[in-house]
């Protein structure tokens, strides 16, 4: 049981460069997102799923898409990467949107563009 | 517009001493409080959570209290252990998704 495994760890990007980052999860969540953590922020919610085939705009979407087609896997995609996308990603899931809405994180993609 | 602070970037505890980590809110409206750890290079870990509508929480160690009044909440870690050292996010939650606070981190000398 891997939990929530993100690939890659690391990238770097020079800037107009595209990129996808995949987020795969084994726990049966129907619930997946996508943050960016960048110094002195905190976590920002980027794009969310609420299941299979759903997709929704967190709170900083712009300069990134995603898709849902497979349960198991989030992908979050930069079509022209920016300097101002450096940052560190994080993908999380849950099981619902109900009580507690405990998320379980991945690892991390530290991603760097010039 | 900030919705949840953590005004502190960082705190020191010796081992052994209560560690208290503070997070204050300004939407009414978050249904949810959470707590959640992080260490370098990993992703955040879920430690605890206190639902709106009471104002205690305890599991071991941690103690999560929250004054709706001053729409504050805090962790209490008692007694801190170096293992606790670590990076602290509190997040509150609204329609489903989770807003964090910008972090605290934590060091327990031994």
């Known amino acids: 049981n891997a939990g929530v495994t993100q690939t890659p760890k690391f990238r770097v990007l020079k800037t107009g460069q595209s990129m996808t980052l995949l987020c795969a999860q084994d726990m049966n969540h129907e619930y997946m997102y996508w943050y960016r953590q960048d110094p002195g922020m905190g976590l920002r919610l980027i794009h969310y799923s609420v299941g299979e085939g759903t997709t929704a705009k967190g709170e900083v979407p712009d300069g990134y898409n995603v898709s849902r087609l497979k349960k198991q896997n989030f992908l979050l995609g930069l079509e022209s990467a920016a300097p101002s996308q450096t940052s560190v990603y994080f993908c999380a899931s849950s099981l619902s949107s109900g009580g507690a809405n405990e998320q379980y994180f991945g690892p991390g993609t530290r991603l760097t563009v010039t | ?110």
């Open chain 2, 1 to 110: 517009d900030q919705q949840v602070k953590q005004n502190s970037p960082s705190l020191s505890v010796q081992e052994g001493r209560i560690s208290i980590l503070n997070c204050d809110y300004t939407n009414s409206m978050f249904d949810y409080f959470l707590w959640y750890k992080k260490y370098p290079a990993e992703g955040p870990t879920f430690l605890i959570s206190i639902s709106s509508i009471k104002d205690k929480n305890e599991d071991g160690r941690f103690t999560v209290f929250l004054n709706k009044s001053a729409k504050h909440l805090s962790l209490h870690i008692v007694p801190s252990q170096p293992g606790d050292s670590a990076v602290y996010f509190c997040a509150a939650r609204r329609t489903g998704k989770l807003i964090f606070g910008q972090g605290t981190t934590l060091q327990v000398k031994p």
